[in-house]
């Protein structure tokens, strides 16, 4: 099992940047796949918007922030981030990390519902 505790969420006015990690427990983080996804106020679903895999050479990004986000994970830290730029108020959310592991799977993982460990979750708000 593995804990998640995400930070550097914030206000910051439009274009702007700002930096999310994620922590992990466990000695076992290079053996999961990431995910970060964002939950609008208001909405029950959680919106995917980048993925990594448990080895970093794999990743995905929702077409709305693809070239602004950029994830990354450093498995001597247990760590995964999300380097947002150019920030814009549609990215206003709760963002969340997720973790999910399959001894026989090295590759990303897209959906939501199939990762099994989830942080509480950092808000960002971007005002215009």
């Known amino acids: 099992q593995v804990q998640l505790v995400e930070s550097g969420g914030g206000l910051v006015q439009a274009g702007g940047s700002l930096r999310l990690s994620c922590a992990a427990s466990g000695r076992t983080f290079s053996t999961y796949a990431m995910g970060w996804f964002r939950q609008a106020s208001g909405k029950k679903q959680q919106d995917i918007v980048a993925?990594?895999?448990?080895?970093?050479?794999?990743?995905y990004y929702a077409d709305s922030v693809k070239g602004r986000f950029t994830i990354s994970r450093d498995n001597a830290k247990n760590t995964v981030y999300l380097q947002m730029n150019s920030l814009i108020p549609e990215d206003t959310a709760e963002y969340h990390c997720?973790?999910?592991?399959?001894?026989?799977?090295?590759?990303?993982?897209?959906?939501?519902?199939?990762?099994?460990?989830w942080g509480r979750g950092t808000q960002v708000t971007v005002s215009s």
């Open positions: 993925v990594i895999n448990r080895s970093g050479d794999l990743r």
């Open positions: 997720a973790a999910t592991t399959n001894p026989d799977y090295t590759g990303i993982v897209l959906a939501a519902e199939l990762y099994a460990y």
